[in-house]
């Protein structure tokens, strides 16, 4: 890791260029490859700035996912969005059973090379339960030397004893992927994310690169798996957090792409792959988190310039972007309807209108507005950069935000599509957060 001091210099150089990378974890799922779904997934990653996508794969031999894969590769060969595996241990346990999918694409135009030698990367959700001569006997039928950034945070002593932890597994990886940090812990009282066990990996592994996670929250509703974890406002401030970090990681990992399940996607949701009991309180029609976007492209943007939240500013030449985002549900709603009830957790949640906002260079005088109910319950004069705060006492209705200047004039604004509601609605306790952009008036 490098100090940030110097990481703004060192962007400029090109050799260094693709080592500040921001990925986005891709659920590998079911794709109609009748439609355009695949391309408008590259082409959203592109336009956001993404390098490249980590295709989580759980079923390395099912034809559902080997078309999926396949097509993804396909509309990625001629962008500038790469894609690299991250193998779902938890799905599949045996290792050995990705390595003809792994040797297959590994030297296609469109896989994410790293490090010094530009080796083709690699990464993984948990271990299997294996240890470090596992891995190794693995990595080394590949075929390939590959740069090894696996998610192992669930071996022993990785955020109890890391000096150990490397002595046993630092011939292994060439880097540390700490999926758990993107969150607080599931707490039923709110609490902030932290990046304090991130710095402990990254202190103790220095010779490695390290990934950090970034997201919004973890919702599940889905079969026995329920849970909430989530601050009102997690995703820009693991954002400050990342970019605030006198020793940047070399890659940050979105969490994730399109992962309806645990409702912490940011791209487009495809209804072919999606079980109904998810598309039930996820999916693109009712519950697009979307509007995200514009705040992600600046946040990558700081991060491979090397400059902190106060550094970020709005893509594409806007002078103001924003979004909103709040759950339609209030904390104390009437869930007997849900035979599931409030998911463990739930407790941290509270009835907020969060916000983040990018003011471009030279902007003054503009300042946020949130309405709740047709009640202003948060005004708030921006700085350039990276805003961010969750309005409390949101009230059941309609909720609106603004961006004003100086004379009251909008300048951009976003209706949430839902209103809050004090009663499970459709039998759901639907903790999944309504998301928009702000914009300006058509």
């Known amino acids: 890791m490098l100090s940030q001091k110097l990481l703004s210099a060192l ?18 799922q079911g794709l109609d490859g009748t439609t355009d779904h ?10 956001m700035g993404i ?16 078309d999926a894969i396949q097509q993804l590769f396909d509309a990625a060969a001629d962008t500038k969005v790469k894609l690299f595996f991250s193998l779902d241990t938890c799905q599949e346990a045996d290792v050995y059973a990705y390595t003809s999918l792994i040797q297959k694409y590994y030297d296609h135009s ?25 891995w190794s006997s693995f990595l080394g039928q590949l075929g390939k030397t590959m740069y090894f950034v696996p998610m192992f945070d669930d071996t022993e002593g990785y955020y109890t004893d890391i000096a150990s932890w490397m002595s046993s597994w630092g011939s292994v990886v060439d880097g540390l992927f700490s999926w758990e940090q993107a969150w607080p812990g599931q707490s039923n009282s709110p609490a902030n994310v932290s990046s304090k066990l991130d710095e402990y990996v990254m202190d103790g592994a220095t010779d490695k690169a390290y990934m950090m996670g970034l997201s919004s929250l973890q919702y599940k509703h889905w079969e026995s798996n329920l849970y909430y974890r989530s601050g009102e406002v997690n995703m820009p401030q693991r954002m400050t957090e990342i970019l605030s970090l006198e020793s ?17 996607y940011i791209g487009s949701l495809w209804s072919e792959g999606l079980d109904d009991q998810i598309l039930a309180y996820a999916n693109e029609d009712d519950w697009s988190h979307v509007g995200w976007q514009p705040l992600i492209t600046s946040f990558i943007n700081a991060f491979t310039n090397g400059t902190d939240a106060a550094g970020m500013r709005p893509p594409q030449g806007s002078d103001v972007i924003g979004s909103m985002w709040y759950r339609a549900l209030t904390v104390d709603a ?31 005088g503009y300042k946020v507005q949130v309405w709740s109910d047709s009640v202003m319950i948060r005004s708030t004069d921006l700085d350039v950069g ?18 004003v200047d ?10 949430g599509a839902k209103d809050v509601v004090s009663t499970a609605v459709d039998g759901i306790c639907n903790y999944n957060f309504q998301v928009a952009e702000l914009k300006r008036s058509a």
């Open 38 to 47: 695949a391309s408008k997934d590259i082409t959203a990653a592109q336009d």
């Open 248 to 264: 940047r990681p070399e890659f940050v990992e979105i969490i994730t792409w399109n992962d309806a399940g645990e409702s912490h």
């Open 334 to 364: 009437d869930c007997t309807a849900d035979t599931s009830g409030k998911p463990p957790g739930a407790g941290a949640a509270q009835d907020a209108v969060n916000w983040a906002v990018v003011v471009g260079e030279g902007v003054t």
């Open 11 to 28: 962007a400029a150089l090109t050799p260094l260029a693709s080592a500040y990378d921001v990925f986005a974890h891709y659920m590998v």
């Open 406 to 415: 100086a004379d009251n004039n909008i300048i951009i604004s976003a209706t």
């Open 51 to 66: 390098a490249a996508f980590a295709l989580n794969v759980g079923n390395p031999t099912a034809d559902w996912a080997t």
């Open 110 to 134: 469109a896989y994410y090379h790293a490090g010094d030698n530009s080796n083709p990367f690699l990464s993984t959700f948990q271990s299997a339960a294996q240890g470090p001569d596992y």
């Open 386 to 403: 990276l805003n961010y705060f969750s309005a409390p006492d949101m009230r059941t209705g309609c909720q609106y935000v603004e961006v």
